[in-house]
């Protein structure tokens, strides 16, 4: 089915940022633990997406090697020695 719909025009980001505030500071408790947890998912969402360009970005420069990649576990590992 093709959609003759026109994109949807949004308001100018200074209105939106006022408008969303207005409708969060009116959320009851569980509204609002709801809207932040979709705050947090946009967040993790947007960090996958960020990595998956920049791990695309290393292994087109040829810098994601099975080398590279255990030599960073092994300096990660000895700046958070977690467990030891």
Known sequence: MISNAQPRVLPKPEVL????VTKLEAMNEQQLAHVYEWFLQLELEQAVRELG???ADDEDAGRLTP??????IREYRRKHPYGR
């Open 53 to 55: 360009e920049r791990i």
């Open 17 to 20: 940022r006022r408008n969303v």
């Open 67 to 72: 080398e590279t990649i255990e030599s960073s």
